[in-house]
């Protein structure tokens, strides 16, 4: 309602002058919140009143005029007005730089794009459907200060405006909003002249996900539309210097003019639109004195001056002052000389603070303007900036936004807006940058006669130096859109024929930064820099803030001696007001000072700042002065870690006095690789004797240091999280710290697969604290026969111990099931380790003899106890093994009721619903986990329940629905805030390599993939293997720069792939370690591909006994082995010879084996050839199976579907029957079944079954996937 009378206002103040109207609708936009433009709305209304005051006849409450005018009931308009991200600004300048004349841009919407396209010099019309963005976007062109802009209410499919009146159209994500893109498209050309632009930008397929787009558009979709509209494909231009999350393109507008009128002139047009807010006169604002040093600037100071002189505003002077170039500099200025458009002084080359300081000392102007000979600045930049200083006479100083470009200022490299810091918090902000870009700068020329001009001693950092200068006397304001451009010239400064390196340049400015830090640190008193410590003398903490902020500036800089003096002061008087109240300030620049602790030399410096990130953990420091030295010991028990120590030992080494590292019989470099971490590295040598306690009490007896942290080789500290170690030493009220672990599991750290627990890894050396229990060891303090006082701290230990690579290679399951057994025998009523040994049984996958020991341990359990909703977990993760399903969700909702903030078992629950095809039940519950979030607390639980795992499976639910849109934007999100999440990370790019262009997908892969990691690659690689696309997997293993073991096998497939077998050979042989195996292995393969079986045979008869030699020995014919002996490497290596598609050696492979296969084999190889999209070799495989009595359901339901495919409806009935008798829990049969009946016109038997499936699993309704098919 308040929209429709907005709209009915709008209409109304195009045709009538009447100031109530004004009024109205002030009114208005204040009741939804955009309160700006109800202020602005009742400025001018009160402007027309000659008093000044609201007419009495007028109802409107003072209380409501208050609410107007106050900034903090302003959030509703604060939402409207979002800060656009770094790409979308990026987007906004290419497209304004394209656009010409007059433009109109069709779903304008706040006036973000609109404002860039003024600021480029041109006149812009915006519609929008919506009239509060409407009214936000006049609002924001009116407080930049743009003229020439013109807003009104519009529906972008059909526009009341005349025909072929506007030189540029502008369609920026509009047309993934709209029902019919073609017929807005239809009006852009209508309304657009002869020759033309017309502009469309829209999200690149599903890279920008959003609920409200309704199309989704890739190059060719977008080609096809346009020419389907008569565009010829050659008259389409598509703009690479767009972000990737685009498509971005233009087209002349050809068209026949005697189909099209032109009826309105300019006048006529602008009345059709609503009045812009009235602006000031720029007559009185005064002139301005364009102040440009150059050396050498021949290449780029023309397109400098001309932007000048292309200003919309024209009060201004252009001085170039020549530094001694001796290029062509002098010739490139001579025509605006001779046409007296600048003047020209020479000098020799004295540097630029000499050259500006000339440039001001002969300059006519009220304001002055530094400009650089590379820059280029917008057209309204001197109207919006003059406009601005007539609005705020008070203002000293403007600056403004700009734009970061290529040296030949086309593609935009960054958008910068200036920070949001009020006046006094300028200096503060001035300690750790300029804050201000130079070149957008204009400054009241009289503020140089009292600030002194440029520091000629400084040859870099200049304007540092002179806005720290006006900012301690003057007034600053800020103007967030760019109106200048800065070059960057691909990491080198200077000029085309003389080029400094960047890296040359950022040292020297840092060295005249350092010039600057000491005028700072020397002239200007702490409470102007900190205007609040004057303001509140008796608040100590402030002050200790204070010189926290400044010391962290000063060691920024190298400047320690004077970060030093800071923080003794600081600590100080921390000591002596203990305890004190940081600001969140000092608390963020203490972590600042953290992350840059190991590149500080200075011990005290240190020390102090251990001191305060102790202070902000909330721990008792009182006694800290006493004790500035703690020593720290790690301990480790290691028996063959040769893979794992090197990362364990580095995550800490820097933090750690000693390392003490307990060997229990290492046959490989274990010992080597400690020793060689040098004088802090002490090994002792001991007897394995099946007693983890033991062996760490070991390690603990011959720690010398205050403390221990104890980590497992395969552990490592978390990188962000080493620094907070060392000061939790000095709180004497604790014995130990509780750190929180993520153990991976699963294949890879990247499969998302984890598992969340506390346990204590840091405590006092004081001789009362020992391990017990010889395995799943606990800390306890001996003496009292109690745990450890402790608190809890934020830190993370990484343990990949878990991972399945290293649990098989260690054969951790039945080492630890045995030593369990060996202590329950003697402890038998020990449920703690009863838990443990479930545990194992259920990760070797004995779930029955798990859920003997789940059910001991779990009787008349403490619920309260850390570990019981781990045992819970497993107990319900059992039964879903068993395929209790009914048991499993009874105690899940026994679980959930007692521990509602654990996402673990609607987790699991939703597993359930989706093992038994219920995947509208398991989105919903998904879903729930989601909005759940993480659990935060200290109960042991599973990692990403409530977060990314939750995520993923709403995405496998959308497939299966066959909701394939919904599931990508899942995978997309989740990949955005989980990139190396891997089970969707390889989900994802097996869609994409299968349907995008390489090209796209490499585009992807680099935006949204972390790179240095070469796991991404091998990855990617892999899904193109498995299409057989070896050359662009290729590129993807070419990427990787690094030796990595296996990578040679994978390059060897490659080449194999591409027939090349000689490289690939080669490849092989390259291999090394555990990966050389499986070389020899491909290797041989390729020589009896290329029929060089005496090669292939000297090559097996070296390989170590295995169940591929003996296949492969076989296919040589050195040996005939039983199919039972070599099955795996049977169907491995049939799979592996469909990809190669070396069909001959498979059909002999085939061969040797097949009359042999059972109805298992034959199930098999059916799902190996579906894999390989073979399905007439399925359904072969398939029905052989069938003919055998196949007990898989999968079998029934592939054949079934076939048949129903070819509408052999009768024998898929009969087919799926056989899967209904074998599983009557499984949604798919029905959802088969009732198909099938349906087809058959047996509508009262597809509702009879429909009912059945409802009087098991209400939620489901089969009519509903039936309509979606």
Avoid at 816 to 825: E, F, N, T
Avoid at 866 to 876: D, M, N
Wanted: glycine fraction near 4%; charged fraction near 30%.
């Amino acid at each position: 309602m308040i929209e429709e009378l907005l709209i009915e206002k709008l209409n109304r103040l195009k045709i009538e002058d009447d100031e109530k109207i004004l009024l109205d609708l002030s009114l208005l936009n204040a009741s939804v919140g955009n309160n700006e433009v109800a202020k602005l709305y009742l400025n001018e209304f009160k402007s027309r009143k000659k008093d000044g005051n609201i007419d009495n006849d007028i109802m409107i409450s003072s209380v409501l005029i208050d609410y107007i005018y106050d900034d903090k009931f302003h959030l509703k308009w604060n939402n409207y007005r979002r800060e656009r991200n770094q790409n979308e600004k990026k987007m906004f300048a290419v497209t304004a730089s394209i656009c010409q004349g007059n433009v109109l841009e069709i779903g304008c919407g706040n006036g973000d794009l609109s404002s860039y396209i003024s600021m480029y010099g041109n006149r812009v019309f915006g519609i929008d459907i919506d009239p509060i963005a409407i009214e936000i976007a006049r609002y924001k062109v009116w407080n930049y200060g743009l003229s020439d802009c013109f807003f009104t209410v519009e529906d972008a499919n059909e526009i009341k405006l005349p025909d072929s009146y506007f030189d540029t159209v502008v369609l920026a994500e509009v047309l993934e909003h709209v029902e019919k893109p073609e017929k807005v498209i239809r009006e852009a050309i209508r309304l657009c002249k002869n020759n033309g632009k017309v502009l469309i930008s829209v999200p690149n397929g599903y890279k920008i996900p959003s609920p409200d787009h309704i199309n989704i558009f890739n190059i060719d979709l977008i080609v096809k539309l346009l020419k389907s509209l008569g565009v010829a494909e050659n008259n389409i231009n598509f703009d690479n210097r767009v972000p990737s999350e685009w498509i971005f393109c233009w087209f002349y507008n050809k068209k026949d003019e005697n189909k099209y009128s032109n009826c309105l002139n300019i006048i006529d047009l602008e009345s059709y639109f609503l009045p812009p807010h009235p602006l000031e006169d720029l007559n009185k604002a005064g002139k301005v004195s364009v102040i440009l040093p150059t050396f050498n600037g021949e290449s780029y100071i023309n397109e400098s001056i001309d932007s000048i002189l292309k200003q919309t505003y024209k009060n201004f002077e252009i001085i170039v002052i020549d530094d001694g170039s001796v290029d062509k500099t002098f010739k490139k200025l001579k025509p605006y000389i001779d046409k007296n458009q600048i003047k020209y002084l020479y000098q020799e080359n004295l540097g630029k603070p000499v050259a500006v300081n000339k440039g001001i000392d002969i300059s006519n102007g009220d304001f002055i303007w530094i400009f650089d000979d590379d820059d280029t600045a917008f057209p309204r930049k001197l109207e919006v900036q003059m406009r601005n200083f007539l609005r705020n006479p008070n203002i000293d100083l403007i600056h403004t936004g700009s734009i970061y470009t290529d040296s030949d200022n086309r593609l935009p490299l960054m958008v910068w807006e200036p920070s949001k810091i009020d006046q006094m918090d300028l200096l503060k902000g001035k300690l750790h940058g300029c804050l201000f870009h130079g070149g957008s700068v204009i400054v009241r020329k009289k503020c140089y006669s009292e600030v002194g001009m440029w520091d000629e001693r400084l040859i870099r950092a200049q304007d540092y130096d002179m806005w720290i200068r006006m900012i301690r006397r003057f007034n600053i304001y800020r103007i967030s859109i760019p109106t200048v451009t800065y070059r960057q010239h691909k990491k080198l400064r200077g000029s085309k024929s003389n080029p400094v390196p960047y890296e040359k340049i950022a040292i020297a400015t840092k060295e005249y930064e350092k010039i600057i830090m000491d005028k700072i640190y020397n002239n200007i008193p702490l409470d102007e820099i900190f205007p609040e410590i004057k303001e509140n003398p008796d608040n100590e903490g402030l002050k200790v803030s204070a010189l926290i902020e400044r010391a962290y500036a000063m060691a920024k800089r190298e400047l320690f001696e004077y970060t030093l003096s800071d923080l003794k002061e600081a600590f100080d008087l921390a000591i002596e007001k203990y305890p004190v109240a940081l600001t969140y300030r000092a608390i963020y620049f203490i972590n600042k000072f953290n992350e840059m602790i190991s590149n500080i030399p200075v011990d005290n410096i240190k020390h102090i700042i251990s001191y305060f990130t102790l202070l902000i953990n909330n721990h008792d420091v009182s006694n800290f002065p006493r004790k500035m030295n703690l020593t720290l010991s790690l301990c480790l028990i290691t028996k063959d870690e040769e893979k794992n120590i090197a990362r364990c030992i580095n995550s800490v080494k820097d933090i750690v006095d000693e390392i003490v590292v307990v060997d229990t019989g290492s046959k490989d470099k274990t010992v080597e690789i400690a020793k060689s971490f040098g004088e802090k590295v002490k090994v002792i040598n001991a007897k394995w004797e099946d007693d983890f306690s033991k062996a760490r009490n070991t390690a603990i007896e011959n720690a010398t240091s205050d403390w221990i942290l104890f980590l497992d080789a395969d552990e490592e500290i978390k990188k962000e999280d080493v620094e907070k170690i060392k000061p939790l030493l000095y709180d004497d009220t604790v014995e130990a710290y509780m750190f929180k672990f993520i153990n991976y599991s699963g294949a890879s750290v990247s499969s998302g697969l984890s598992e969340i627990h506390y346990n204590f890894r840091l405590f006092r050396n004081n001789g009362k604290l020992k391990y017990v229990y010889p395995i799943h060891e606990n800390l306890k303090n001996i003496e009292e026969d109690r745990a450890p006082i402790f608190k809890n701290a934020d830190v993370t230990i990484l343990h990949y111990g878990y991972l399945s690579e290293i649990r098989i290679e260690k054969n951790k399951t039945q080492r630890y099931i045995d030593m369990i057994s060996k202590y329950l025998a003697k402890h038998p009523n020990d449920k703690f380790q009863q838990g443990n040994l479930a545990v194992e049984y259920y990760n070797a996958g004995e779930y029955n003899k798990a859920l003997k020991h789940l059910l001991i341990a779990t009787k008349s359990m403490n619920l309260n106890s850390y570990a019981t909703p781990r045992l819970f977990r497993y107990l319900i993760m059992t039964y879903i093994a068993l395929k209790e399903y009914d048991t499993a969700l009874r105690v899940i909702n026994d679980a959930k009721r007692y521990y509602e903030d654990i996402p673990d078992y609607k987790y699991l629950e939703g597993t359930i619903y989706f093992n038994q095809k219920r995947y509208e039940k398991a989105l919903e519950i998904f879903k729930e986990c989601a909005l759940m979030g993480e659990y935060k607390g200290q109960f042991v639980t599973m990692g990403g329940t409530g977060s990314y795992r939750a995520k993923y499976m709403i995405g496998q639910c959308y497939e299966k629905l066959g909701k394939l849109n919904d599931a990508v934007k899942e995978y997309m999100e989740i990949l955005k805030q989980y990139p190396n999440y891997q089970d969707v990370f390889i989900k994802v790019f097996d869609m994409f390599v299968r349907n995008e262009k390489p090209e796209d997908v490499y585009e992807f892969f680099r935006k949204h993939v972390n790179t240095k990691v070469p796991l991404n690659y091998i990855v990617v690689a892999r899904q193109y293997i498995n299409i057989g696309k070896y050359d662009i997997a290729k590129q993807y293993i070419d990427s990787i720069d690094i030796d990595l073991e296996g990578l040679n096998n994978l390059r060897g497939i490659i080449y194999m792939g591409l027939k090349d077998y000689e490289n690939a050979i080669k490849h092989f042989e390259m291999e090394y370690g555990k990966a050389k195996e499986e070389a020899n292995y491909r290797e041989a393969l390729c020589y009896i591909i290329l029929k060089d079986i005496d090669k292939a045979k000297d090559l097996l008869w070296k390989i170590t006994d295995s169940s591929d030699k003996k296949l492969y020995m076989t296919i040589v014919g050195e040996m005939k082995v039983k199919f039972d002996e070599v099955k795996d490497s049977f169907f491995n290596l049939l799979d592996l010879l469909i990809k190669l598609k070396e069909f001959d050696l498979y059909n002999e492979v085939l061969n040797l084996y097949v009359g042999l296969f059972t109805r298992e084999e034959y199930e098999r190889y059916g799902q190996m050839m579906i894999n390989n999209g073979l399905d007439d070799l399925a359904v072969e495989a398939y029905i052989k199976a069938a003919d055998l009595n196949s007990q898989n359901t999968e079998v029934y339901k592939y054949l079934g579907q076939k048949a129903y495919d070819q509408n052999m409806f009768n024998e898929a009935l009969s087919i799926v029957g056989r899967a209904y008798n074998i599983d009557k829990t499984d949604v798919d049969i029905y959802r088969l079944i009732y198909k099938i009946y349906k087809a058959l016109g047996q509508d009262e038997s597809a509702d009879e079954v429909n009912e059945m499936v409802k009087s098991m699993y209400p939620e489901v309704d089969l009519s509903e996937s039936y309509a979606l098919t």
